[in-house]
């Protein structure tokens, strides 16, 4: 009996034969075309010299082939090249920004002040002189008051609109709102003026096209608010941080049985803001406008107090103040 490696053997000694079998010198295969299996020629001495031109066969091109001969593109023309051009510098210019004629100018306002100065009534009270809240309403707000003992708060809570804060009489939230005068429409931001709510007043001044700083002329409210290290001082450097020029200063309660409509205490609050305002950055002589006021009865809000209560101011009411205030300069085409 062969062993396995007898066997193994015998396979090879076939594989062998049959490599020894095949023409290496055969033609070229070419499908479309017989083959000539006659016995192979005895390959040709290497010669060195080459074979004449018209001896020399054409190939032939395969069957189905038929692309057509890709021609040479002309070499091309070398490039000029091109002096490059320095890039001009655009120039911003800075345009004032003119509304088209049937749109009125929008600006934000934003009331601050130190808290109990009367911010939210004299928003609400311009929300209804403007016809933006009806009779109706307020009177709905003078009894809901009424009930809680909170009389003089309804005007207020046109923009304090939450249970805290009519309960308690703070605004925590910017109140928001909009009116229009005869030549510009205004969007209203109500800031709170308690310490604890800087950071809800900063959002509101951020937006502030003009800021309306509130003044409570009472006697010791003033002086609480501005000299005792109240938000009087701290709002009016925010609103400068944040890009505000223009500033009115609304000397409110200017009707307080403290007060009673006294020029001396108008001009006493006042000479003590200006050197203050000028410190902070404010021109008090172009960007700073006082305008005393009542916010609870409207006394120079929209028209001016009776004469008999005050006759020595002689200057515009808040809101003709506003409608004539001129066109702001814009960026239209910055990024």
Known sequence: MASWEDEADQPMQ???????????????????????????????????????????PEPV?????????VEEAPPAAPEKEETPVAPQESKRQVKPYVPPEDKKETLSLVFIGHVDAGKSTIGGHLLHLTGMVDARTLDKFAREAKEKNRETWYLSWALDTNSEERDKGKTVECGRAFFETDHKHFILVDAPGHKSFVPNMISGASIADIAVLVISARRGEFETGFER??????????????????????INKMDDSTVNWEEARYNECR???????????????????????????????????????????????????????PPFTRCTDGP
């Open 14 to 56: 076939d594989l062998n034969d049959n490599f020894d079998r095949f023409n290496i010198d055969a033609p070229a295969f070419v499908p479309g075309q017989p083959y000539n299996f006659g016995v192979p020629q005895p390959p040709a001495e290497w010669s060195t010299a080459a074979a004449p031109e018209e001896a020399r």
């Open 229 to 250: 290290g109240g938000q009087t001082r701290e709002h009016a450097m925010l609103v400068k941080t944040t890009g505000v020029k223009h500033l009115i200063i609304l």
């Open 61 to 69: 091109p395969p069957i189905g082939d038929t692309a057509p001969a």
């Open 271 to 325: 000479d003590k803001l200006t050197p203050f305002l000028k410190k902070v950055g404010f021109n008090t002589k172009a960007d700073v406008t006082f305008i005393p006021c009542s916010g609870f009865t409207g006394a120079f809000l929209r028209d001016p107090a009776p004469a008999n209560q005050c006759s020595w101011y002689k200057g515009l009411t808040l809101l003709d103040y506003l409608d004539k205030l």
